[in-house]
């Protein structure tokens, strides 16, 4: 079948129109006609749905967060012996109100900013300058390194210290500044949590 003249003439005034566009926007339509003729949108539409995002799925579900809802985190001054020998200590309480069981693995501090000391006698990763935090058990030592909390209950830790912290340790907030641009005045609190089913990566500035 022949096309009609019609068409002819009408395809030909667009093409017209299309030469006597300027040229950006000549560029962008005829970028736009090679697009629709390479099935382009279905391509991009493929690309999207099959790769990038499961991609995004993947990195949102592994991202690192400042904290978990209502699974608080109390620090107090406290005591610890390191080979018998007595040391000041910052007592770390980690405590489940979230209404699902929690699974602590992986607690560490890092790294320590000169207003925290930690003593030389304290266990450290010279890999990441980090100080692994292990649980307390029922006998008072300090010895798990993961730790199952039902709703309501405490999981007792602490860090050593060179000295006793002033009290504006303890009621230390970091502003916001400091969480955006990810400064730290003391340490960072890094520890992996499984709340229910949904594993989080948390990493508290402090």
Known sequence: MLPRAGCCVRYAAYEQRVVQMPG????????????????????VGVLFT???????????????INNIAHLEVQFAPGKIQIHEKPHTAVSIDFTNHTGSVVYLTGA??????????????????????????KFMDQSGGFVHREQTLQTNQT?????????????????????????????RKYFLLE????????????TTLY
């Open 155 to 183: 999981a007792h830790t602490c860090i050593a210290t060179t000295s006793d912290l002033p009290e504006s340790f303890y009621t230390f907030s970091a502003p916001w500044w400091r969480r955006a641009f990810r400064v």
């Open 108 to 133: 560490r501090i890092k790294p320590c900013s000169p207003l925290f000391r930690v003593p030389i006698d304290a266990s450290r990763d010279i890999a990441e300058s980090s100080y692994h935090l």
């Open 50 to 64: 099959a790769i990038l995002w499961p991609v995004a799925l993947f990195v949102w579900n592994h991202r690192t």
């Open 24 to 43: 950006e926007q000549h560029w962008i339509v005829a970028a736009w006609i090679w697009a629709k003729a390479n099935d382009l949108p279905n391509w």
């Open 191 to 202: 520890y992996t949590a499984m709340v229910g089913t949904a594993r989080r990566s948390v």
